[in-house]
């Protein structure tokens, strides 16, 4: 019985390839390695064995451990083991245990190979798995990508059985009388992919397709090709949109929406390693706003990246680290004169007489004495802050304003707020309070300049 059909298929290995088999003590695992030691020198292929202890089921973790070590023994296979506290760690990764049992997984597999120098890395997905992955995916709302993830071949990672029907592997593991261990985990169905695995496939395949599997499995191979043909174009076009080190925005908001997501998705990947976190509508709403023509900045998943359009430039750059302002809040002096140094700020106060309308520079400002309601009080930015412009009823968020003046962000934590008990009645040379108007003559008013200290 052959259940590398895969491994000749694409095919996976070449003579003289080390190959790490990665070995959980499962049935699936435990067949493949089977199958590999059997044909090693058929193939002209080494191999090493590597067992992350992931701890996610205690005692019984520790117990696949030594299974794996024995089975090591009894085929006379070196072997590398690790132990990493998934459940502790998890919370730190800000992912569920599933996500960060295969990151850290395939983290480990990639530094034993580069340890003990191996070319190629076998996993132990079958073909059932792949048609439970393209489930999964398309509940999550996945695009071609995830369709066509579990892939036979991708860089260093192999995977032998992906054309092998999970019956076919029980059946090999019987007619060879090979042990293995049981996760019990398999079958709590409080995870999705149990709950395919165990509830959907059997559903749709009694109900709808009796050949479920082979369609889906169909549908992966399908959308893995469109995927990288697509990652091709989109590669080529962003190659051609270089604008010394940014891309040309008119161009790129001109592509077809699949490549500008594409290339918006790779530009992100760049810098942040992957694509946690990021989704359809990240991605969608910097493709809206490139669309519009005007400058942005759009702040990305984490919190570290944003996208940023300059007239033509377009870039995912990371957020610059500003110099932080102290807190400070200082009473103005009426008539006098006020220094905030946090701010490099000195504001100056004088009382006028009779005072009219007129055309100000953005430093200066007249207040209607009558209006202010207790002393007024200078300060630096607040999460929260609010205004009610000038020309306008409502309130609005000052990070809103700050969007649309186009206010770079190490100005925004230096701005100075003029505030009296009711409300903020001036940003400093960026907008005053609808308060603050004056439509006549005024018998008292006072006049705020603001210059450097510096």
Not at 257 to 265: G, P, Y
Not at 272 to 291: Q, T
Not at 376 to 399: A, E, H, Y
Not at 401 to 421: G, M, S
Request: hydrophobic share 40%.
């Amino acid at each position: 019985m052959n259940i590398l059909a895969a491994a000749r298929n694409y095919p996976m290995f070449e003579p003289g390839d080390k190959v790490i088999v990665a070995v959980s003590g499962g049935p699936d695992s435990v067949a493949m390695l089977h199958a590999l030691h059997t044909h090693s020198q058929e193939m002209e292929i080494t191999l090493h064995i590597a067992h992350l202890n992931h701890c996610i089921r205690g005692d019984q973790s520790d117990l696949d451990q030594e299974f794996v070590a024995a089975l090591a023994h009894e085929f006379g296979i070196p072997a590398t083991f690790k132990r990493i506290d998934i459940p502790a760690l998890r919370s730190e990764m800000h992912l569920g245990e599933e996500e960060a049992a295969r990151i850290l997984r395939y983290k480990f597999l990639e530094e034993i190979a580069a340890e003990v120098g191996a070319s190629k890395i076998a996993v132990g997905h079958n073909e059932n798995d792949r048609a439970e992955s393209v489930l999964l995916n398309i509940i999550r709302g996945s695009g071609i990508n995830g369709l066509g993830s579990i892939r036979p071949i991708r860089g260093k990672i192999v995977r032998p059985l992906i054309d092998t029907p999970r019956a076919l592997i029980e059946a090999y593991i019987e007619e060879h009388q090979l042990p293995f261990r049981v996760d019990e985990s398999n079958t709590d169905t409080n995870y999705a992919r149990n709950r395919i695995r165990h509830e959907l496939l059997p559903l749709l395949e009694q109900e709808y397709n009796p050949r479920i599997t082979d369609s889906l499995n169909r549908l992966a191979d399908i959308a893995a090709s469109e995927n990288d043909y697509l990652d091709e174009a989109a590669l080529s076009a962003a190659q051609s949109m270089q604008l010394r080190d940014a891309i040309d925005a008119n161009l790129l908001s001109n592509l077809p929406i699949a490549l500008q997501r594409r290339i918006l998705r790779s530009e992100i990947e760049k810098l942040k390693g992957n694509l946690l976190d990021v989704s359809f509508e990240h991605v969608d709403r910097v493709i809206h706003a490139l669309a519009d023509g005007t400058d942005f900045t759009i702040t990305l998943p984490s919190g570290l990246l944003y996208a940023q359009r300059r007239a033509d430039q377009f870039k995912i750059t990371h957020l610059e680290h500003f110099e932080n302002v102290p807190v400070f809040e200082y009473h103005l002096k009426t008539p006098g004169e006020t220094e905030a140094p946090e701010a490099g700020m000195v504001i100056r106060a004088e009382e006028l007489s009779n005072a009219t309308p007129s055309k100000l520079p953005p430093t200066e400002l007249i207040i209607d004495s009558t209006i202010i309601a207790g002393p007024l009080r200078v300060r630096q930015v607040k999460p929260g802050d609010r205004i009610t412009p000038f020309g306008m009823q409502g309130s609005k968020k000052l990070q809103d304003v700050f969007v649309d003046k186009k206010i770079h962000r190490r100005d925004r934590a230096k701005a100075l707020i003029v505030e009296d008990d009711k409300e903020i009645l001036w940003v400093v040379g960026i907008i005053a309070s609808e308060r603050t108007r004056i439509s006549g003559i005024v018998s008292k008013a006072i006049r705020l300049s603001v210059s450097s200290n510096k």
